[in-house]
């Protein structure tokens, strides 16, 4: 913990100051191009100003791909795939599967009863889920039809589309206010980041 800390003192820290100083240097020189040659620092925006919607990033992410005809020719192969593992596995947990050994491999730091308590909760949990994995195998060797009806209820596509089309609309509210007061807006930049300036560049001096 102690090293971590001396990493993040004499590493991250400095990196982070740096970086920020760096950036209320830019915004300086932004502000003073506002206050001074506003017509040109609008033209250099509007160039760089690119919308990317995320929409059209994840469009292929975000289609439905019926996968189930390829499952139901091979309901066999992969009922087999689920039943054999999750079947080895349950035999391990119930004949090898020590809680006692595995909580003495927890730090000692650690109360005894905390490591109990995770051994005992990862076992259960390992247990569930082999269970509910030997369960899909036997319905996928045995009850095909039945494994069908049940998913059919909780088989729902969910498009990220329908619940993200408003933070994909682009707002230009403030480029517009800089755009009709580019001095004003130019004045703020200068006067903020100047403040920020001078308190990165103190940082940097007493640590210095």
Do not use: C
């Not at 079947?87 to 004949?95: D, G, H, N, Q, R």
């Amino acid at each position: 913990m102690a090293q971590f800390q001396i990493a993040l003192q004499h590493l991250l820290l400095p990196a982070v100051v740096a970086f920020l100083l760096l950036g209320s240097i830019l915004a300086l020189v932004l502000g003073f191009g506002l206050v001074t040659r506003a017509k040109w620092i609008n033209r250099l925006s509007g160039r760089a100003n690119r919308w990317v919607s995320t929409q059209q990033a994840v469009k292929g992410l975000d289609q439905a791909y019926n996968i189930e005809q390829a499952f139901r020719q091979h309901r066999r192969l992969l009922g087999a795939a689920f039943l054999v593992p999750a079947s080895i596995s349950l035999a391990m947990l119930f004949t090898r599967f020590d809680v006692a050994v595995l909580a003495q491999a927890f730090p000692r730091r650690f109360p005894a009863f905390l490591g109990e308590l995770a051994a005992t909760f990862l076992k259960w949990l390992l247990l569930t889920g082999n269970l509910l994995a030997a369960a899909v195998g036997a319905a996928l060797l045995l009850f095909p039809v039945a494994l069908v009806k049940l998913e059919a209820p909780m088989n729902k596509w969910y498009a990220t589309r329908t619940y993200s089309a408003d933070p994909d609309v682009m707002y230009l509210p403030l480029d517009k206010w800089t755009d009709g007061h580019p001095r004003l807006a130019g004045l703020i930049v200068i006067v903020l980041s100047s403040v920020a300036i001078m308190g990165l560049g103190t940082i940097m001096l007493q640590r210095g």
